[in-house]
């Protein structure tokens, strides 16, 4: 059984930057594609980012394009989100999510396992 946790939230400046980090356990890491979601109050929780088996696909949200980049290193275990040129829309929680599929979905459903999410506020 996989488990992911995130980590690398919290509060930051409009403009500033933050690296979210997911570690996997307990399975092959490195056969799965990992997506990253995040999901703001009141509202559902929404494709952001993600990265295939071995790294080589990116697909980004047309809201974080340009601004986020998402990486892993199996050697770690470990999808990273980077994200830049914050904005306060962009708070909400981050949770990472990992598909025994080859390339990452936008789709919730089509991931095996949840990270317990990790919170990012973005101030203006």
């Known amino acids: 059984q996989v488990q992911l946790v995130e980590s690398g939230g919290g509060l930051v400046q409009a403009g500033g930057s933050l690296r979210l980090s997911c570690a996997a356990s307990?399975?092959?890491?490195?056969?799965?594609?990992v997506g990253w979601f995040r999901q703001a109050p009141g509202k559902e929780r929404w494709f952001v980012a993600g990265?295939?088996?071995?790294?080589?696909?990116?697909y980004y949200a047309g809201s974080v394009k340009g601004r986020f980049t998402v990486s892993r290193d199996d050697a770690k275990n470990t999808v990273y989100l980077q994200m830049n040129s914050l904005k306060p829309e962009d708070t909400a929680v981050y949770y990472c999510?990992?598909?025994?599929?080859?390339?990452?979905?936008?789709?919730?459903?089509?991931?095996?396992?949840w990270g317990q999410g990790t919170q990012v506020t973005v101030s203006s």
């Open positions: 999510a990992g598909s025994n599929r080859w390339r990452p979905s936008q789709e919730r459903g089509e991931y095996d396992y």
């Open positions: 307990g399975g092959t890491f490195s056969s799965y594609a």
């Open positions: 990265i295939s088996r071995r790294g080589g696909i990116t």
